[in-house]
């Protein structure tokens, strides 16, 4: 074999240049930069998912308040929903379903509620943990 032909080999076995693992590794860099970025919006998203459906069941709660003369004991959203056995004659169906929240998680009602307020409705959050920073609850809209 002549000199040029083993050179030609030698040439084309060679691994990737600099500059080449570089370009791969800044596209590599961006495609992650792009992913995490989507995962905050959503998050974000589910926030505000949590903080409308919230609103809803305070509504319904108030409504259930008016009609009924009162509120619903503790962990008793789906008197909203379902007919409790004790409900005044003016109960009527204030949601048809009580929703969970964006994590899959139900929705936390307190009475009397434990942030100054008579009553709270929450949602203990993408962690699925109560009392961390992530709760997202009536007090705070």
């Known amino acids: 074999m002549s000199s040029s032909v083993l050179k030609a080999r ?26 995490f970025s989507n995962m905050d919006t959503v998050d974000k998203a589910r926030g505000q998912k949590a903080s409308q459906e919230i609103g809803k069941l305070m509504m319904g709660l108030e409504q259930y308040r008016s009609d009924n003369g009162g509120l619903p004991p503790s962990g008793a959203l789906n008197a909203l929903s379902v007919k409790p056995g004790n409900a005044s004659v003016r109960w009527k169906q204030y949601m048809v379903e009580i929703p969970k929240d964006p994590w899959g998680n139900d929705y936390r009602y307190l009475n009397p509620g434990t942030h100054g307020k ?11 943990k109560e009392g961390t920073a992530d709760d997202i609850g009536s007090w705070s809209l």
């Open 10 to 35: 030698r040439v084309s076995q060679q691994g990737f240049s600099l500059t080449e693992l570089m370009i791969v590794i800044v596209v590599i860099g961006v495609l992650m930069g792009l992913v």
């Open 118 to 128: 008579p009553f709270e409705v929450y949602s203990i959050g993408a962690d699925g």
